[in-house]
T-cell receptor
């Protein structure tokens, strides 16, 4: 059972480029989330989804987009990357609202 | 708006000492859930506990215990007889059932260092 899988683990992006962070889960969870973690700042919610075809903004959505075409996959798209998007990105899933969230290993993204 | 405050940025203790990590929260929801997660140096987030706002009983799991006090809006975490493997960043988090966004509101974390 793989749980939540994120790819890539590390990436360096140039300013203005775009990329997609991949996230897939094999636990058939309806709820999926994207967080970013900056040093000393905890994790902040970027976007979340309560099921296939349904997404909504979290606390820090600017500069990002998501889609949820299947239960398993929840990719995060960065358009026109900026240095402020340098961070560690975590994808998570949970079976329901307010339940335990299972996190992926994270993607460390550097924008230069 | 929800908020979680972990005032202790870093704590350093010697192995076998007991240590308490503080967590204070703010929410307007009458029903809410509190969590603790551990982030070891390898970087992944490990779930430790979930409590709902109606259950104020303290919980013990091995060397770990949690003290939930609604009167002071606190959900503190104690490690008894600490070990080097307990070294990690610990996050307290909150989620509610009000009309706001789903997902967890995290504190900034407490970096716990256990010295041998």
């Amino acid at each position: 059972n793989a749980g939540v899988t994120q790819t890539p683990k590390f990436h360096i992006l140039k300013i203005g480029q775009s990329m997609t962070l991949q996230c897939t889960q094999d636990m058939n969870h309806n709820y999926m989330y994207w967080y970013r973690q900056d040093p000393g700042m905890g994790l902040k919610l970027i976007y979340y989804s309560v099921g296939a075809g349904i997404t909504d903004k979290g606390e820090v959505p600017n500069g990002y987009n998501v889609s949820r075409s299947t239960t398993e996959d929840f990719p995060l798209r960065l358009e026109l990357a900026a240095p402020s998007q340098t961070s560690v990105y975590f994808c998570a899933s949970s079976p329901g609202r307010n339940t335990e969230a299972f996190f992926g290993q994270g993607t460390r993204l550097t924008v230069v | 708006a929800q908020k979680v405050t972990q005032a202790q940025t870093e704590i350093s203790v010697v192995e076998k000492e007991d240590v308490t990590l503080d967590c204070v929260y703010e929410t307007r929801d009458t029903t809410y859930y509190l969590f603790w997660y551990k982030q070891p140096p390898s970087g992944e987030l490990v779930f430790l506990i979930r409590r709902n706002s109606f259950d104020e009983q303290n919980e013990i799991s091995g060397r770990y215990s949690w003290n939930f006090q609604k009167s002071t809006s606190s959900f503190n975490f104690t490690i008894t007889a600490s070990q080097v493997v307990d070294s990690a960043v610990y996050f307290c988090a909150l989620s509610g059932v009000g009309g706001g966004a789903d997902g967890l509101t995290f504190g900034k974390g407490t970096h716990l260092i256990i010295q041998p």
